[in-house]
């Protein structure tokens, strides 16, 4: 039964991710916007509300609050090796000079922030630290929501893309919603069957949280960005990572560390040092060539780099 229930399970992302991206393209357009900002703000958001509902169960519980912090680390790290790699085998993955500006380096700065909050201070993300990890993620809201603001302003005698028009949006909307609502449902069939297999064969529950559950959560991040590729909206796969990554860090750890102070784990710096890494390579690939794209042999060396992480993390546990 389980195995039948992630096979589910991936035709719900399969046909969520298809319905998100088509829903915040045609959103993007009506606005006359760029789908970056829809990729880095709603979709990147919605896509993350799988690490939001499992960080809040693991911060009210003291016997799971490494959960949340492992699940936000594993689920950056995913993002970036796995996610932007597996999308930038599909398509290149190209990005906008805003990103490469400020919202890459913002991704960056997330792990490094947690790392000098937490390791280099209390060993621990105090209270203190999440108001601190909130108020930098409000300040990025307001950046994002000025640049929507003058890009509007901007925009405001054009017509809208033809593409568009003729259609509700409240047809866009419900498009979003429902691809939200079943990417939420493939991924939790998937997360809890996998988990389940796992255990029956062993393995420990440290290598669940850092991989099973990082990876459940993060598949609505991957069913979207690789749909996001293979349709050429690359600005929806990148702005979705990215956002997601600041997302995840800034506000959902922060929200967590308000409600419970998560002392840090064995091994955490070498986590978020390879959390910071793949936002490191992600801004290296996207500024050194003239297209400032994620190439098809980055993508590659991504994914490489993140299953060489993964059997060096398994076997250190056993």
């Known amino acids: 039964m389980d195995y039948i229930l992630i096979i589910a399970g991936f035709i719900l992302l399969i046909f969520g991710a298809d319905f998100l991206v088509d829903g915040a393209v045609g959103i993007a357009k009506r606005f006359n916007i760029s789908s970056l900002i829809v990729g880095l703000t709603l979709v990147a958001f919605g896509t993350s509300a799988p690490e939001l509902a499992v960080n809040l169960i693991a911060a009210f519980d003291p016997s799971t609050t490494d959960i949340a912090l492992t699940n936000v680390i594993g689920s950056n790290t995913i993002n970036t090796f796995v996610i932007l790699g597996a999308a930038a085998l599909v398509y290149p993955v190209k990005s906008q000079s805003c990103s490469r500006k400020f919202d890459i380096p913002m991704s960056l700065a997330a792990p490094v922030a947690v790392l000098l909050l937490a390791w280099c201070f209390s060993h621990e993300v105090s209270r203190v630290d999440g108001i601190i990890l909130l108020a930098v993620f409000f300040f990025y809201m307001y950046v994002i929501a000025w640049g929507v603001l003058k890009v509007i302003s901007a925009r405001s005698g054009e017509r809208p893309d033809n593409k568009g028009k003729g259609r509700s949006l409240w047809l866009f909307v419900a498009m979003i919603v429902g691809g939200l609502v079943m990417l939420a449902a493939g991924g939790r069939m998937i997360v809890t069957s996998a988990t389940n297999i796992a255990e029956s064969l062993g393995i420990s529950q440290a290598v669940i949280g850092l991989t099973i559950v990082a990876l459940g959560t993060s598949l609505p991040e991957l069913a979207t960005s690789v749909i996001a590729a293979v349709k050429k909206n690359s600005d929806i796969a990148l702005g979705n990572v990215i956002g997601s990554n600041i997302f995840n860090v800034f506000f959902v750890l922060g929200i967590s560390a308000l409600i419970r102070p998560l002392p840090a784990y064995k ?22 060539n003239r297209l400032y794209e994620i190439k098809r042999w980055a993508g590659f060396l991504l994914l490489v780099i993140y299953e060489v992480y993964l059997v060096l993390m398994i076997s250190n546990t056993n």
């Open 267 to 288: 091994n955490m710096e070498i986590d978020l040092g390879i959390a910071a890494l793949g936002s490191l390579l992600v801004l290296i690939f996207v500024s050194t």
